[in-house]
T-cell receptor
Framework: GIQVEQSPPDLILQEGANSTLRCNFS?????LQWFHQNPWGQLINLFY???GTKQNGRLSATTVATERYSLLYISSSQTTDSGVYFC??????????FGSGTQLTVLP | GAVVSQHPSRVICKSGTSVKIECRSL??????MFWYRQFPKQSLMLMAT?????????EQGVEKDKFLINHASLTLSTLTVTSAHPEDSSFYIC???????????????FGNGTRLTVT
């Protein structure tokens, strides 16, 4: 099946800093989603982005499907941004395969 | 729109008992729902695919007799953990895709998850 790798595994930032999270995948995809999992376990859908670029406030994402990677940008980070960020993809299958996640900690 | 409701959010049960978890798509129909499991500090792993009106398909290593899945309507799937043991303690989360938006080219929507603790 499709493999998904996320980097870095852990990231510690000072409030106000910017960051870039990366997601590499091993095959063509027709679905790519970025999620933020909060401390209560809720998965917050950030972007549905199988290709192209999208922005939502301080967050933006870019997927270069031909090169099999996606980037999530967080600008002016806040303590509430802390949590685990997951990239998940699907190719020919309908279900999503999740990466191992990036644990983000934003310090006040 | 596209809300998936999962209930209960948290359950504590004794070893040997069964627990049922419900997953509902509130404002869309879904012929297929997906059940994931997440152990502490780990990623989400697909357990099974729930198919409306037919048998669920299970991922390798998931016991179908232990994790019973029923998908009786286009808006409801249930996961029953039978004869639960402490090693079944985990975070279970369901997801579904809006049938009206195409089979694959649309996002999956997730419930808020169920935290199961077996004592």
């Amino acid at each position: 099946g499709i493999q998904v790798e996320q980097s870095p595994p852990d990231l510690i930032l000072q409030e106000g800093a910017n960051s870039t999270l990366r997601c590499n995948f091993s095959d063509s995809v027709n679905n790519l989603q970025w999620f933020h999992q909060n401390p209560w376990g809720q998965l917050i859908n950030l972007f549905y982005i199988p290709s192209g670029t999208k922005q939502n406030g301080r967050l933006s994402a870019t997927t270069v499907a031909t090169e099999r990677y996606s980037l999530l940008y967080i600008s002016s980070s806040q303590t509430t941004d802390s949590g685990v960020y997951f990239c998940a993809v699907s190719g020919s299958a309908r279900q999503l395969t999740f990466g191992s996640g990036t644990q983000l900690t934003v310090l006040p | 729109g596209a809300v998936v409701s999962q209930h209960p959010s948290r359950v504590i049960c004794k070893s040997g008992t069964s627990v049922k978890i419900e997953c509902r798509s509130l404002d869309f129909q879904a012929t297929t729902m997906f059940w994931y499991r997440q152990f502490p500090k780990q990623s989400l792993m697909l357990m099974a695919t729930s198919n409306e009106g037919s048998k669920a398909t299970y991922e390798q290593g998931v016991e179908k007799d232990k994790f019973l899945i029923n998908h009786a309507s286009l808006t409801l799937s249930t996961l029953t953990v039978t004869s639960a043991h402490p090693e079944d303690s985990s975070f279970y989360i369901c997801s579904a895709r809006d049938l009206g938006r195409g089979p694959a080219n649309s996002p999956l929507h997730f419930g808020n998850g169920t935290r199961l603790t077996v004592t």
